[in-house]
C-alpha cells in the first residue's frame, strides 16, 4: 500500500516536469532572441561649458536723411507787414517753407525809389544769389521791366514775377521773347473785385461810391472798372435802382501806397471822397488808408463803410466798418512753382489764376479769394451769395456787352462776352466811371 502511494506521487511529479519543459520550449519559440552589445559610458574629463544667454542684437541706428536746402528769394515793393499787397506774398514764402523741408525764404522788403532810392534790383539778386537763391520772386509791376533784363543776365535763376505778362501768348508784343528762365503768375482778381463792387451798391445809402486808387496802367484799369461792372449790376438787378444815377467816383494817389512828397496823401483822399458825398469807399492800394479813415469818421458817427483790399486779414484794422476783403493768396501757386523747380520739371507760363469757388478762402486751393467782413447784414450777404453763385455757375459775367468805354467809344458789343486780353489790356476807364483814365 505504501509503496502504492509513492508511485502515484513519483507519477505527479514526472507529469509536472514534462509540463514545465514544454512551457519553456513554447516560450523559446515564439520569442526573438535580443542580441547583445557592450555598452561604452563615457565620462567627460573636464565640465561641460554652460553658455550664458545673450541678448539680440541691436541695430545700429539709422541716421536722418539729409534735407536738401532749398534757398528761395521774395522781393517786396513795400513792408512784409502792410497789412495788404506785399505782406500777401511774404505770407505765401512762408507757406512754402511750411511745405518745403529744408526751403528758406531771403527777404528784402520796400525795393522802391523812395524808402531805398539807393537800392536796385540787380543788386538785391545779386546778393540773395551770393546766399544760395535758385528761384526769385519779383512780386510787383513796378519789377517788371527790371525782372525781364536781370532774368536774361543770369539763366540759371529761376525769375517769377508778379502781374507780369512777358510771357502771355496773348500779349501785344509776341516778336520780343522772353528769357527762358522767366515765369508769370497773377491772381485773377476781377471777379473779387465784382463781388466788392456788389457789396458797395447794396449797401451805399446815398448812391456814390468812392474808389482810392493807386498809380493807373492796365491793370489798376481793369481791376477799377471791374468794381464798377459788379456795382452797377447789383445796383440794378438786385436793388432794382437806375445803374446811370449810381456815381463811382476814382481817385489815384500816383503809387501803390504812401510815398511822402512822391504820391497824393491816400489819408487826404479818402477823407475828400467821404467829403463828395461817398458813404461807401473801395481801395485798390496796397494799404488800408481806406478803411482807417472810415473808421474814425464812423467814431464820429457818420454812417460810412469800406472795403480794404489785397490780405485777407485787412478787415481787423477797422471790423465795425468793413464789408469785407477781395484778397490775393500767393501761396498754392508760389508752392507749386517751387516744388517743380526743387524737382527740375519747371517750364516757363503764364498763369492768370481764379478762386476755387467751392471754398474761397481755403488757404491750400483758392487763388484769391473774398471774405465777408462784420459790417456786412444778414440779408445783404444772402444777396451777395447769389451773386457769388452767379459768377461761380458762370450764368453771370459782368464783362458782357454792351461796355463802351469812358469816351462814348464801344468796347465790348451787346450781349458778347469779353475775352481775355480785352479785359487785361483795357486802355481807358468805363462809361459811368468819374476818374483820369491815364
Not at 551770393?130 to 536781370?150: N, Y
Not at 535763376?157 to 497773377?186: C, E, H, Y
Not at 447794396?202 to 448812391?207: K, N, W
Not at 501803390?256 to 458813404?279: C, K, M, R, S, Y
Request: hydrophobic fraction near 40%.
Amino acid at each position: 500500500m505504501f509503496n502504492k502511494h509513492k508511485a502515484v506521487l513519483l507519477m505527479l511529479a514526472l507529469t509536472l516536469m514534462l509540463l514545465l519543459s514544454a512551457c519553456q520550449q513554447a516560450a523559446t519559440a515564439t520569442t526573438e532572441p535580443v542580441p547583445t552589445e557592450d555598452v561604452v559610458i563615457s565620462i567627460p574629463t573636464t565640465p561641460p561649458v554652460i553658455e550664458e544667454p545673450t541678448e539680440a542684437p541691436t541695430e545700429e541706428p539709422t541716421a536722418e536723411p539729409t534735407v536738401e536746402p532749398f534757398i528761395f528769394g521774395m522781393v517786396l515793393v513795400g513792408p512784409k507787414n502792410d497789412h495788404g499787397w506785399s505782406q500777401a506774398h511774404y505770407e505765401a514764402g512762408q507757406y512754402i517753407e511750411e511745405n518745403i523741408p529744408g526751403a528758406k525764404m531771403i527777404v528784402f522788403e520796400s525795393l522802391n525809389s523812395a524808402d531805398k532810392p539807393e537800392a536796385t534790383l540787380e543788386g538785391v539778386v545779386s546778393d540773395m544769389v551770393s546766399q544760395g537763391a535758385t528761384l526769385i520772386f519779383t512780386t510787383s509791376d513796378e519789377f517788371e521791366e527790371d525782372t525781364t533784363t536781370v532774368a536774361a543776365n543770369r539763366p540759371d535763376i529761376i525769375f517769377i514775377n508778379a502781374s507780369g505778362d512777358d510771357t502771355w501768348d496773348q500779349r501785344p508784343n509776341l516778336a520780343v521773347k522772353p528769357p527762358a528762365n522767366l515765369g508769370n503768375v497773377m491772381g485773377r482778381m476781377e471777379d473779387m473785385k465784382a463781388i466788392a463792387g456788389c457789396a458797395a451798391a447794396l449797401t451805399t445809402e446815398t448812391g456814390s461810391i468812392g474808389y482810392l486808387g493807386p498809380l493807373i496802367n492796365d491793370e489798376t484799369r481793369r481791376l477799377t472798372a471791374s468794381a464798377y461792372l459788379g456795382a452797377r449790376y447789383c445796383y440794378d438787378n438786385y436793388r432794382e435802382e437806375t445803374p446811370g444815377e449810381l456815381k463811382f467816383e476814382v481817385s489815384w494817389i500816383g503809387f501803390w501806397f504812401n510815398i511822402p512828397g512822391f504820391t497824393l496823401d491816400p489819408t487826404e483822399v479818402a477823407n475828400q471822397l467821404f467829403d463828395g458825398g461817398t458813404d461807401v469807399l473801395i481801395s485798390g492800394i496796397d494799404t488800408t488808408e481806406a478803411l482807417d479813415v472810415a473808421g474814425q469818421r464812423a467814431e464820429k458817427e457818420e454812417a460810412v463803410l469800406a472795403i480794404p483790399y489785397d490780405y485777407e486779414g485787412a478787415c481787423d484794422k477797422a471790423p465795425e466798418v468793413c464789408l469785407g476783403v477781395p484778397f490775393f493768396n500767393w501761396g498754392p501757386s508760389y508752392l507749386k512753382i517751387a516744388q517743380s523747380i526743387k524737382d527740375g520739371t519747371w517750364e516757363q507760363s503764364f498763369e492768370w489764376l481764379g478762386p476755387d469757388w467751392a471754398d474761397m478762402t481755403n488757404p491750400d486751393t483758392s487763388h484769391v479769394g473774398w471774405v465777408n467782413g462784420p459790417a456786412l447784414t444778414d440779408d445783404v450777404k444772402a444777396t451777395l451769395d447769389t451773386f457769388i453763385s452767379g459768377l461761380a455757375d458762370g450764368s453771370i459775367n459782368v464783362w458782357t456787352g454792351p461796355i463802351n468805354l469812358q469816351d462814348g467809344t464801344e468796347y465790348i458789343a451787346d450781349g458778347v462776352e469779353a475775352p481775355d486780353p480785352l479785359i487785361w489790356y483795357l486802355p481807358q476807364l468805363l462809361e459811368g466811371m468819374t476818374g483820369s483814365s491815364k
